[in-house]
Nanobody
Framework: QVHLVESGGGLVQPGDSLRLSCAASGRDSRLYTIGWYRQVPGKEREWLAAKSYRDGRANYADSVRGRFTISRDSVTNTVYLQMDSLKPEDTAVYYC????????????????WGQGTQVTVSS
């Protein structure tokens, strides 16, 4: 069983940066991928980025590529989402999630989820 806890959300202005953290506790040797999603009320959860536990490769959604960076500290088992050049449309609840699949194709293929952290981008 794996427990994920996000932190680092808050209110920032357009153009600012923010770094989200996802602390993972517990153990599941099957875990392969860690990812970040976000959700706006009334809309589907949007995949943002994913990183492989095995080879460290990262993938990004077109909407955030070049602005967001996913990274992992294997010592503390914490995953980060560095968000730069934030825009009002980045306002959402951000979730980290973990999957036992190498290429999870959608949110249903992530077994573990955090509780989410709110990010608000507004002037």
């Amino acid at each position: 069983q794996v427990h994920l806890v996000e932190s680092g959300g808050g209110l920032v202005q357009p153009g600012d940066s923010l770094r989200l953290s996802c602390a993972a506790s517990g153990r599941d040797s099957r875990l392969y991928t860690i990812g970040w999603y976000r959700q706006v009320p009334g809309k589907e959860r949007e995949w943002l980025a994913a990183k492989s536990y095995r080879d460290g490769r990262a993938n990004y959604a077109d909407s955030v590529r070049g602005r967001f960076t996913i990274s992992r500290d294997s010592v503390t088992n914490t995953v980060y989402l560095q968000m730069d050049s934030l825009k009002p449309e980045d306002t959402a609840v951000y979730y980290c999630a973990a999957s036992g699949r190498s290429r999870p194709s959608d949110s249903t293929q992530y077994e573990y989820w955090g509780q989410g952290t709110q990010v608000t981008v507004s002037s």
